[in-house]
C-alpha cells in the first residue's frame, strides 16, 4: 500500500468514528442526516455539538455556513434550522446587569444586505461612514453616513474578512482569516490587491493597525505570529509568538509607535519592538485569564477584556501592575470589543442577555451600562468615529450600529 492511500485509509477511518459519535449524540429527526452530511465538509460535529442558539440564531449560523459553502439543499434549510433549534436549544445565559448613571448614550443599528454575514469588525472612517468586514459572505461593507445605505464589495471566496483599517488615500485594507493574506481595496474601483503571507502555514490574519513608521502591523492566530507589511515595497516579516498556541488576538500602538497585542491562547499581553519585531510578554496575575481584545489611553496604560474572567483589567507597562475590575454581568460576561474614547473606556459584554455596551471611567472606577436593542449577539470588535461616538458590529444579529455618547 503506498503512503498516499494509507493515510486516505486512514482519514476514512477517522471520519468513520467521527460520524459514529455523531450519531450517538444526535436524537433522531428530520434533518439530522442532511446535518450529518453536509456540516462535517470543513470541521467536526463537535462545533454542532457544543453549540446552543435559538431558532433565529441557528437561522443566522446556517446561512453563515451556506454562504462559504455548506451543501445544504434549499428545501432542507428550514428542516435543518428546525431540528438544530430543537435538539440543541440556547443555553442559558447571564442577565445584563444594566448599571444606571448620568452619561446619556443612544444605540441604533442597521441590518446588512446578506444573510449570514457575520459582520465581524466594524470600521469608522473619516468621511463619516461604517464599514465593516462580513465575514461569512466575503464582501466588505460600507455604510453610507447620510442615507443610512449599505453598499457591498465582493471579495474572493473564502476569503473571510476580519481585521479593517484604511490608509491616508482612501483605501480600505482587510485580514484574511480564512486564507492567508492582507488585501487593500480600492473603494472608488472596487478592484483590491492581495499581499500573501510569506509562510502559506500562517492563516487566520487577524488584526491590523498602522505604526508610526507607516509600516502596518498585524496579528494571525494560527500560524501564532505577529507580522509587518511595508506598504511601499509589499514586503511582509513575520515574527513567532514565545509561547506555543498563544493565538496573538487584538492589538493597538501607543503613543512611542510600540504595539502590543494580547494572546488570547493564554494570559499574556505582549509589546513589539517596532523595528526587530522582538517580543516582550507580560504575564496576568491568574492562570485562567484569556484577554481578547485590548485598548489605550493617552496615557499609555493598556485596558484588557479578560474574556474569560469577566474581568476589565488594566495593565500599567510602566510599573508592570495589574488592576481588575469584575464587569457588571459577572464572571460568564464575557467581555469583548473594547475601545477608549477621551480615555474612557467602553466594552461589549458578548454573553450577556441581551449584550451590552459598559463604560468605565477609569478616573471614578465607577461602571455604567446599556443594552444593544437587538441583543448585540456578540460585538467582535468597536471602533471609534470622527465624532467619538463608537461603531459596533453585532455579529450574531447580522448588524451594524451606533453608538451615540451625548458629549
Ligand atoms: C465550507 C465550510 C463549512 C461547512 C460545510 C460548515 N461549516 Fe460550520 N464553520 C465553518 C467555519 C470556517 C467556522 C469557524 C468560524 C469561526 O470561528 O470564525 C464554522 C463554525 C461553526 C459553528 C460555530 C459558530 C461560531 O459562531 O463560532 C457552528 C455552530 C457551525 N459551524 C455549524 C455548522 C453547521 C450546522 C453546518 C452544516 C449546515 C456547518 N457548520 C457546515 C465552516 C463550515
Redesign the pocket.
Known amino acids: 500500500m503506498n503512503a498516499n492511500i494509507r493515510l486516505l485509509c486512514m482519514a476514512s477511518a477517522l471520519l468513520g468514528a467521527a460520524a459514529q459519535a455523531a450519531d450517538l449524540a444526535m436524537p433522531e429527526g428530520n434533518g439530522k442526516q442532511?446535518?450529518q452530511s453536509?456540516?462535517?465538509?470543513?470541521?467536526e460535529i463537535d462545533?454542532?455539538l457544543?453549540?446552543g442558539?435559538d431558532e433565529e440564531s441557528w437561522r443566522n449560523?446556517?446561512n453563515?455556513?451556506?454562504n462559504?459553502?455548506?451543501?445544504?439543499p434549499k428545501e432542507e434549510v428550514e428542516n435543518?434550522i428546525q431540528y438544530?433549534a430543537k435538539n440543541f436549544p440556547e443555553k442559558p445565559k447571564p442577565p445584563a446587569v444594566l448599571v444606571a448613571g448620568d452619561v446619556k448614550a443612544s444605540i441604533e443599528e442597521w441590518p446588512v444586505p446578506t444573510p449570514g454575514s457575520?459582520p465581524h469588525d466594524p470600521l469608522a472612517t473619516p468621511d463619516g461612514a461604517i464599514w465593516y468586514s462580513g465575514?461569512f459572505a466575503n464582501v466588505l461593507g460600507r455604510l453610507d453616513p447620510v442615507t443610512k445605505q449599505i453598499r457591498e464589495y465582493k471579495l474572493d471566496p473564502m476569503t473571510?474578512p476580519h481585521g479593517l483599517i484604511n490608509d491616508k488615500d482612501g483605501n480600505i485594507w482587510y485580514a484574511s482569516?480564512?486564507g492567508s493574506h492582507i488585501g487593500r481595496l480600492d473603494p472608488k474601483t472596487g478592484k483590491f490587491v492581495k499581499y500573501p503571507m510569506p509562510d502559506p502555514k500562517v492563516k487566520d490574519v487577524h488584526t491590523l493597525i498602522w505604526g508610526h513608521n507607516g509600516m502596518l502591523y498585524f496579528t494571525a492566530q494560527v500560524g501564532n505570529v505577529v507580522g509587518r507589511l511595508n506598504p511601499q515595497t509589499g514586503e511582509i516579516r513575520l515574527m513567532p509568538s514565545p509561547t506555543a498556541k498563544s493565538r496573538p488576538y487584538g492589538l493597538v500602538v501607543n503613543s512611542k509607535g510600540i504595539p502590543f497585542f494580547v494572546e488570547f491562547g493564554t494570559n499574556k499581553v505582549s509589546s513589539i519592538d517596532p523595528d526587530t519585531l522582538a517580543i516582550t510578554e507580560y504575564e496576568m496575575p491568574h492562570k485562567e485569564s484569556r484577554p481578547r481584545r485590548i485598548a489605550i489611553t493617552s496615557d499609555d496604560v493598556i485596558w484588557l477584556s479578560d474574556y474569560a474572567r469577566g474581568y476589565l483589567v488594566r495593565f500599567d507597562p510602566a510599573s508592570g501592575k495589574f488592576t481588575e475590575y469584575p464587569s457588571p454581568s459577572g464572571p460568564k460576561a464575557q467581555p469583548y470589543g473594547i475601545t477608549a474614547v477621551k480615555d474612557v473606556i467602553w466594552y461589549n459584554e458578548s454573553n450577556a442577555k441581551p449584550n451590552t455596551i459598559v463604560r468605565f471611567d477609569p478616573k471614578t472606577e465607577k461602571f455604567q451600562s446599556w443594552a444593544i436593542p437587538s441583543g448585540g449577539k456578540v460585538v467582535r470588535n468597536v471602533s471609534v468615529t470622527r465624532d467619538g461616538n463608537i461603531a459596533i458590529a453585532c455579529?450574531?444579529m447580522n448588524r451594524i450600529g451606533l453608538v451615540t455618547i451625548q458629549q
Not at 453536509?38 to 470541521?43: G, K, S, Y
Not at 462559504?68 to 445544504?72: F, S
Open positions: 442532511i446535518v453536509a456540516c462535517v465538509i470543513c470541521h462545533p454542532i457544543r453549540s442558539y449560523n446556517i453563515m455556513m451556506v462559504i459553502g455548506a451543501p445544504v435543518v438544530l457575520r465575514q473571510g482569516n480564512f455579529s450574531g
